[in-house]
């Protein structure tokens, strides 16, 4: 799993997901949640590594693109596939099972 920048979002996330679904973590380093999601979130990217691209995005270096992205929460997941976003969870509503819920339920158009 790579860290994605604003310098890099282009290329790792809207190119990228051309190809195949991309999930961009947005996590910061003193939060609680994001941190206690983290381990999980490296699970599933070895688990899903074949379909799905997993980018994490530190808010706490990169805030001028989560302001972009209008994350107005953290931790933040946002899908994108074919070039836009597709869906996003934010805030309470960003669990394991929920994460898995909207995964398992995407289809792509």
Known sequence: MEDTTRSTFATQVIEAS???PVLVDVWG???GPCLAMMPWVD???D???ETLTIVKLNSAT???LCFE???MGLPTFVLYHEG???WRLSGDQCTPPRLLEMLAAY???
């Open 18 to 20: 051309h190809a195949r």
């Open 29 to 31: 380093p003193r939060c």
């Open 43 to 45: 699970r599933l990217a």
């Open 47 to 49: 688990e899903c590594g």
């Open 62 to 64: 990169d805030r001028e």
């Open 69 to 71: 992205l209008r994350v």
């Open 84 to 86: 836009k976003e597709t």
């Open 107 to 109: 289809r792509p158009a």
